[in-house]
């Protein structure tokens, strides 16, 4: 059974940092691309960065490009965002994704992903 567990989320003031983690248990992890997505209240779900399963390679929604950061570390099964400079409209609820590698990873593309958790709330505060 593959679980995803987010957290990190809270509350902060536009301009301050947050780190969110996504812990992984119930499959090969290492084997798996993962992202990180959002949605506000009364918005589509959007991605905000995927990696792959090496971690080398990266994908970004440009609205985050430069201050959102995405990482992977396979030996403890988790995956990082490291949200920096935030703004009131990174405020959502954020889901960590999985999927099993195949050819390619899904990047933001939702509908590659088969795993989610249950999301982590963050609010930023003009």
């Known amino acids: 059974q593959v679980q995803l567990v987010e957290s990190g989320g809270g509350s902060v003031q536009a301009g301050g940092s947050l780190r969110l983690s996504c812990a992984a248990s119930?499959?090969?992890?290492?084997?798996?691309?993962m992202a990180w997505f959002r949605q506000a209240p009364g918005k589509e779900r959007e991605g905000v960065a995927s990696?792959?399963?090496?971690?080398?390679?990266?994908y970004y929604a440009d609205s985050v490009k430069g201050r959102f950061t995405i990482s992977r570390d396979n030996a403890k099964n988790t995956v990082y965002l490291q949200m920096n400079s935030l703004k009131p409209e990174d405020t959502a609820m954020y889901y960590c994704?999985?999927?099993?590698?195949?050819?390619?990873?899904?990047?933001?593309?939702?509908?590659?992903?088969?795993?989610w958790g249950q999301g982590t709330q963050v609010t930023v505060s003009s």
């Open positions: 119930g499959y090969t992890y290492r084997r798996y691309c």
């Open positions: 994704a999985a999927h099993l590698s195949g050819a390619w990873c899904g990047g933001l593309f939702s509908a590659a992903y088969n795993y």
């Open positions: 990696v792959d399963t090496g971690g080398g390679s990266t």
